[in-house]
């Protein structure tokens, strides 16, 4: 969005310039630019959307047996492809944000997988293909 800004000196115009106006919503908010997206609880674990300042959306495997998206502070320091232990009970993510901690077939054990709404969010050779429990973003696994 761009307005025109003008600057004058005694109501003469020295120049007229289009200033951009900066919208504060991105991918993942619903029409009303609101929180949380739709298809999920409370935030979103891609674009980090709609958590309080000093807070990341983490994705983890909660004891329901689905996924939960949540705000919580601090940083995870298990890097993608590493392994992982979740901890469904207290919500800590093991992983660093923008990763969840999770056991698919090709997987030995639970390892930190990239959170994705589509390919374009996974690294060269993956594609955003894990279907995810109760949320609406899926995990990058390898081609």
Do not use: K
Request: glycine residues 14%; proline residues 5%.
């Amino acid at each position: 969005m761009w307005t025109l800004w003008t600057e004058s000196i005694s109501g003469r115009a020295l120049a007229t310039i289009a200033v951009p106006i900066l919208v504060l919503c991105s991918a993942g908010c619903d029409d009303d630019g609101g929180c949380p997206p739709e298809g999920m609880s409370n935030c979103d674990p891609v674009d980090q959307l709609c958590c309080p300042e000093g807070q990341h959306c983490v994705l983890y495997y909660g004891s329901s047996g689905t996924f939960i998206d949540s705000c919580l502070g601090g940083d995870g320091q298990v890097g993608e492809g590493a392994a992982c232990l979740p901890n469904a009970s207290s919500g800590y993510q093991a992983c660093i944000v923008g990763l969840t901690c999770l056991m698919t077939g090709g997987d030995s054990g639970p390892v930190c997988h990239r959170i994705c709404h589509d390919d374009d969010d996974c690294g060269f050779g993956a594609s955003c293909r894990q279907e995810l429990e109760g949320v609406s973003v899926r995990a990058c696994l390898d081609d």
